[in-house]
């Protein structure tokens, strides 16, 4: 069904001008494709580098690992440099969000505003994409970006989701259907942050069979502090499998004994 | 001229008893003096009490910050966030330069920020409890199987009580708002066999219960935690108005938190049993009834319907001894221990006392009545001023009230801590991290993008590359973190030294005498100048903000008040002597008929009025006296948190000045002199034949 639906979608997309026609269905099945171009049907590590300026104060630089396990929605990072900071990390299981400070050896449940390692980056931003899951499409509208031909989704947040942001406008390139950019919204209608997405990787998955998409680089800039950013090089994926009990607060302890 | 003057006191002492006008004019003039009396008395003491209040609390009579800071000094806070000061530098040569000024006593240096601490719900605290003791067992630690046992007991008391809620629900609720997940994780952990097994895979199984139970209970809290940063000891030693209620002062040189009394009490404390202390609070001291008062009605309704707080933290045990201890004394027979709890909570003015009575003898020593009990480790996060996010672990040793202050919700709110502690939550990184911070930049090789052009810069190239996974290590990727100090900080003693050099943010400059602030405050100018320590010095009022302002403008108000009861007394006195003046016209001129000069008619009348003022005046300084001795002696209770603050605590007890005495007489014979003297001039100018018709 899924991969009917992705199907339709591109027929559609491959079909201008028909972008303002597409019913919700078809939208829907746009989403599902985003999804599904990014899900590995196993598991996924990534070596990532984060970055946040902000005016007036040095800047927050930090590298970590991403481990994921699409299959059962889970998800863990690691902090590995600097030093300092070596060891703290999150861990969702189900619908938890954990963060664990092996300084004062203690786990703190957070939210999915929680900012990772104090930059603006949130959860959502290093987890698989589950647009289909958390969001319902409407179209907005379709131009260019750059050198890109793009359309515009506006998304709903489903009620009963818990998201960082219950509004989102995603440009969406026509050519890749690849995400270009995202603005995010409160409630209210104020713009809260800009990410670009630039530059996407294509890798060949052995556990799905096909090729999985990562972003690359992703910089979000912050719309109410208009002068912070926060930069994600995704600098390395490994989509071996990883160990059974990974994802736990036990193996995620260990890592600073 | 002596004779002279005597015959004109003879005159005036006749004149004075003779007429019933006198009389009355004398009585105005007594009233108005005593007023003035009582009135600048109480004016100076609750002046001099709030000015103590913030001066021997926090503030000092100076606060000194440095120049270079983006904001002003703010110490009880700026509209909910913290000013951004720079830190001042080199304080140790800061203090030795204002410790040379002439009057400086003591300088205190400090810090202040604050933090949200997050706690868990009352499962996640109990699940962590069992998954530390877990941990300890895992490392081979002996003889904990006892508080093991105890610890999952209670845990499985929880779920009792979940799963009772939940069958509650399902009974009165469609069954479909509720979550199946919810009911079969419940159902799991019901069941023995998941207890039996429990200590072959205890992680695994706490793993589940904390992401599968714990979320089912939503009653975690997000505490806004201010505090100062400062030299404990140098802090309670030259604060006069800070006392230790609980627990005791932080040892001298050691790392540790002392939580302010009225945020312990608002914001640590279970929720009912702060309920039952302000209901009785304001029935004992406020003299209210419940019956009619909607607060004090709503405080009882819920503590009737939240009791789950407290069946939550009884394990079966306490459980037990609470429902036959709560049976004995409601006289119940009832089963349930929140039903129990329900009926004593159901209070009235007939009942209030006794229930109260029953809660803290019978229920409060079986509960933690605090989320962070003295001697426990609490644990703080926040965002220094680089950004980072940085936690660290501080031992509570007890809490403390400010005299005046520990009712202001503003001035109440700021707890104390150590130096060290606050630069671990402040600071900036070291000098390694920045090395090491530099090299990652430099690694990562990330492009510099303008963001008014981003979608042009980002967007001009080609989208898509494509890659190949590659295996990550994590040993060859994971720093190696330092070894923790934590266990090693809680017991190091700091020297004065290490103390004061390092990062502080502000100072308390304490002075001889509070009327120097003036004179200090332009010598430190001086000083930094001359000596560029940066320095910007500001006193107390300025420093302390909202508070400072709202002293002041109390003491404008209160003067302004003082103000009016003055005038109003003195415009009294003036028409009764004008009045009485005007009425002598006749007098006057058959005095100047029969040969009476101009100069002797006028210093009849003025020495008439100086004995009036100072007979009855004198009388009213007296009464005011006795009225100050009498409210020096008793106090004048505060009847609201407004009143504690203006009075320092919870009596005011004012003081008299020989000095204000003089004052109200000196002032109460002025007037009178000047309001005699004009009428007397006019009466004097009419002609003695027109004046003696006057009547006519």
Do not use: C
Not at chain 2, 132 to 146: C, D, F, H, Q, Y
Not at chain 2, 303 to 313: A, G, H, K
Not at chain 2, 351 to 366: G, H
Not at chain 2, 543 to 570: D, E, N, P
């Amino acid at each position: 069904m899924r991969s009917n639906l992705a199907l339709l979608s591109f027929a559609a997309l491959a079909a201008p001008p028909a972008f303002g026609a597409l019913g919700p269905e078809k939208m829907r099945g746009l989403l599902e494709e985003i999804d599904e171009s990014q899900r590995n049907s196993g598991d996924y590590k990534a070596l990532v580098y984060l970055e946040q300026r902000e005016k007036d104060k040095t800047d927050v630089v930090r590298e970590l690992l991403v481990y994921r396990r699409d299959e059962d929605d889970k998800l863990m990072l690691l902090f590995t440099k600097p030093k300092s900071e070596s060891g703290k990390g999150y861990l969702r299981i189900d619908k938890n969000l954990w963060s664990y400070d092996p300084n004062v050896g203690k786990w703190e449940r957070t939210t999915e505003r929680e900012r990772i390692g104090g930059t603006n980056s949130r959860r959502a931003d290093f987890d698989e994409s589950r647009l289909a899951d958390e969001y319902d499409p409407s179209f907005a509208s379709e131009g260019k970006l750059g050198n890109f031909e793009a359309v515009e989704l506006k998304l709903t947040a489903k009620p009963n989701v818990d998201v960082a942001y219950p509004v989102v406008h995603l440009w969406v390139d026509k050519a890749s259907h690849n995400v270009l950019k995202r603005q995010e919204f409160a409630l209210s209608g104020k713009l809260l942050r800009t990410a670009y997405y630039p530059r996407w990787q294509k890798l060949f998955s052995p556990s799905k069979g096909t090729e999985v998409w990562v972003p690359q680089e992703i910089r979000i800039y912050d719309e109410v502090e208009k002068p912070n950013s926060t930069l994600v090089l995704i600098k390395s994926v490994d989509l071996n499998a990883l160990g059974a009990n990974l994802f736990t607060k036990a193996w995620l302890e260990s890592k600073s004994r | 001229m002596i004779s002279a003057f005597v015959v004109l006191v003879r005159i005036a002492l006749r004149n004075l008893f003779a007429s019933a006008i006198n009389l009355v004019i004398g009585a105005i003039i007594l009233f108005g003096t005593a007023l003035v009396v009582v009135g600048g008395a109480l004016l100076d003491s609750v002046d001099r009490a709030m000015s103590s209040s913030v001066i021997g609390s926090v503030a000092g009579h100076l606060q000194v910050y440095s120049a270079a800071s983006r904001d002003e000094l703010a110490l009880y806070g700026d509209f909910g966030g913290e000013a951004d000061l720079s830190p001042i530098q080199d304080f140790p040569k800061v203090k030795r330069a204002l410790l040379s000024i002439e009057g400086v006593r003591k300088v205190v240096p400090m810090g202040i920020n604050a933090a949200l601490v997050a706690s868990g719900n009352t499962v996640d605290l109990v699940l962590a409890e069992l998954r530390e003791l877990s941990n300890r067992k895992a490392k081979k630690e002996t003889g904990l199987e006892g508080e093991l046992e105890a610890q999952k007991q209670h845990v499985r008391q929880i779920i009792r009580v979940l799963r009772g809620d939940l069958e509650k629900s399902l009974a009165v609720m469609d069954k479909s708002a509720i979550e199946p997940e919810d009911l079969a994780a419940l159902e799991q952990v019901s069941k023995d066999e998941f207890w039996a097994g429990f200590d072959r895979d205890p992680f695994g199984a706490l793993e589940f219960l904390e992401n599968r139970v714990a979320p089912q209970v939503s009653d975690a809290d997000l505490l806004y935690l201010r505090y100062v940063g400062t030299d404990l000891g140098e802090f309670l030693r030259s604060f006069d108005r800070i006392r230790i209620v609980d627990g005791g002062p932080v040892p001298d040189g050691k790392r540790g938190f002392l939580f302010a009394k009225f945020f312990y009490e608002e914001g640590l404390k279970l929720k009912t049993a702060r309920r039952l202390d302000k209901i009785h609070e304001a029935l004992a001291q406020s003299g209210k009834k419940i019956a009619g008062d909607p607060v004090l009605e709503r405080y009882v309704r819920e503590n009737q319907s939240q009791t789950r707080d407290i069946v939550l933290q009884l394990g079966p045990e306490k459980t037990r001894l609470a429902i036959e201890r709560l049976q004995r004394a409601l006289l119940s027979k009832e089963q349930e221990l929140s039903a129990l709890l329900s009926s004593l909570f159901a209070t009235d003015d007939s009942n209030f006392q006794e229930r109260y009575r029953i809660f803290y003898e019978q229920v409060a020593p079986l509960l933690s009545l605090y989320r962070v009990r003295v001697g426990d480790t609490l644990t703080i996060k926040a965002f220094t001023r680089s950004g980072n996010v940085r936690s660290v672990n501080v031992k509570v040793y007890g809490t403390f009230a400010m005299e005046g202050l520990d009712k202001s919700p503003l001035a109440a709110a700021a707890n104390l801590m150590d130096l060290m502690t606050f630069r671990d939550l402040y600071g900036f990184p070291s000098a390694e991290t920045a090395e090491e911070i530099s090299a990652m930049k430099a690694a990562a090789g990330a492009k510099e993008v303008d963001r008014s052009r981003a979608e042009e810069e980002l967007f001009g190239g080609a989208l898509v590359t494509q890659g190949s996974p590659v295996a990550i290590e994590e040993s060859a990727v994971l720093g190696v973190r330092p070894r923790s100090r934590a266990e090693q900080l809680e017991d190091r003693v700091y020297t004065a030294e290490e103390i004061e050099s390092g990062v502080v943010l502000n100072a308390a400059v304490l002075l001889d005498d509070a009327g120097r602030v003036p004179g200090v405050l332009r010598r430190i100018e001086e000083l930094s100048g001359r000596e560029r320590l940066g320095l910007k010095a500001v006193s107390w009022q300025k420093a302390s903000g909202i508070l400072g302002q709202m002293a002041t403008a109390m003491k404008a108000a209160l003067f302004f008040s003082a103000g009016i009861v003055f005038v109003i007394a003195m415009v009294i006195i003036n028409n009764a002597m004008m009045m009485a003046t005007l009425q002598r016209t006749q007098t006057i001129g058959t005095l100047r008929a029969i040969g009476a000069q101009r100069p002797f008619v006028l210093s009849m009348v003025l020495v008439e009025t100086l004995v009036l003022g100072f007979l009855f005046g004198g009388g009213g300084a007296l009464l005011g006296s006795l009225v100050m001795l009498l409210l020096g002696a008793r106090g004048i209770p505060a009847f609201d948190d407004a009143t504690y603050f203006f009075f320092s605590g919870p009596r005011l007890f004012p003081t008299l000045e020989v000095a204000q005495i003089a004052f109200a007489l000196g002032i109460v014979t002025l007037v009178s002199i000047v309001s005699t003297l004009i009428p007397a001039v006019v009466a004097t100018r009419v002609s003695p034949v027109v004046a003696m018709q006057a009547e006519e």
